[in-house]
């Protein structure tokens, strides 16, 4: 309950060790909320959340690393010091957490980037960025907000590829939410609709995905999950 309005009901889910389950539906469905819960940031009024046995809001923190809907980078760091802060929460000294992150950079094709203060970023670049940050701090469960929902259509199917490819170097227990449906297919093993709190809809995404992006969405099978997601929202 959230202002005496009910925002989750009788959602039952269960993500196993990196497995990715993409979480999609209209404004106001409870998306963020499922994942504030999740993370222990907010606490359900009945049921119960376990993150590798772990229920109490404080454990499920610790076990969380949520990139929100904005990249929320300090504009006062260079992207290198933002990239590493993750780091320096966890107890690092800022040298040493720079150390750490630096190599990353080119892997993610950040490099030549790392001394640019956020506000001499491109958005993409600012993304990739959040979501090394939310990387380094190492944690087994992902749990990401609209990560690229700010993006133009051309440079959100770039990133798109982009954190494919980086959580099959860096697999993580993954539950994404997103607007697009088309993301949650491609990024995803598993598909929720919500509505109106509750899931409406589960769709396995058993497709292909080792072709051009291309001919992954034109495919019958990823056309058909397209459609059947798009008629449970509504």
Same mark, same amino acid.
């Given at each position: 309950?959230?202002?005496?309005?009910?925002?989750?009901?009788?959602?039952?889910?269960?993500?196993?060790?990196?497995?990715?389950?993409?979480?999609?539906?209209?404004?106001?469905?409870?998306?963020?909320?499922?994942?504030?819960?999740?993370?222990?940031?907010?606490?359900?009024?009945?049921?119960?959340?376990?993150?590798?046995?772990?229920?109490?809001?404080?454990?499920?923190?610790?076990?969380? *690393? %949520?990139?929100?809907?904005?990249?929320?980078? =300090?504009?006062?760091?260079?992207?290198?010091?933002? +990239?590493? &802060?993750?780091? #320096?929460n966890a107890g690092l000294p800022r040298g040493e957490a720079r150390r750490r992150a630096a190599p990353l950079f080119a892997r993610l094709g950040?490099?030549?980037?790392?001394?640019?203060?956020?506000?001499?970023?491109?958005?993409?670049?600012?993304?990739r960025i959040a979501f090394l940050r939310t990387l380094l701090a190492d944690k087994p469960v992902l749990l990401l907000d609209e990560p690229f929902?700010?993006?133009?259509?051309?440079?959100?199917?770039?990133?798109?590829?982009?954190?494919?490819? *980086? %959580?099959?170097?860096?697999?993580?227990?993954? =539950?994404?939410?997103?607007?697009?449906?088309?993301? +949650?297919? &491609?990024?995803? #093993?598993?598909?929720?609709?919500?509505?109106?709190?509750?899931?409406?809809?589960?769709?396995?995404?058993?497709?292909?995905?080792?072709?051009?992006?291309?001919?992954?969405?034109?495919?019958?099978?990823?056309?058909?999950?397209?459609?059947r997601a798009l008629e449970a929202i509504g």
């Amino acid at each position: 309950m959230l202002g005496g309005k009910r925002v989750l009901d009788g959602v039952d889910l269960h993500v196993p060790a990196t497995g990715r389950v993409g979480i999609v539906g209209r404004s106001g469905a409870g998306k963020s909320t499922l994942l504030s819960l999740v993370a222990g940031l907010d606490e359900p009024d009945a049921g119960e959340i376990s993150i590798g046995g772990e229920t109490l809001p404080a454990g499920r923190l610790a076990r969380c *690393a %949520l990139m929100p809907q904005r990249d929320c980078l =300090l504009p006062w760091r260079s992207a290198l010091d933002n +990239a590493a &802060l993750a780091l #320096e929460n966890a107890g690092l000294p800022r040298g040493e957490a720079r150390r750490r992150a630096a190599p990353l950079f080119a892997r993610l094709g950040l490099a030549g980037s790392e001394q640019l203060r956020p506000a001499k970023l491109s958005g993409g670049m600012r993304q990739r960025i959040a979501f090394l940050r939310t990387l380094l701090a190492d944690k087994p469960v992902l749990l990401l907000d609209e990560p690229f929902g700010a993006l133009d259509a051309i440079t959100r199917a770039e990133l798109q590829e982009w954190l494919a490819d *980086a %959580l099959a170097a860096e697999p993580r227990t993954v =539950l994404l939410v997103t607007h697009d449906v088309e993301e +949650a297919l &491609l990024l995803c #093993e598993r598909v929720l609709v919500l509505a109106a709190g509750r899931v409406v809809a589960e769709l396995d995404v058993d497709v292909a995905r080792n072709a051009p992006r291309r001919g992954v969405v034109t495919s019958p099978a990823f056309l058909e999950l397209r459609e059947r997601a798009l008629e449970a929202i509504g």
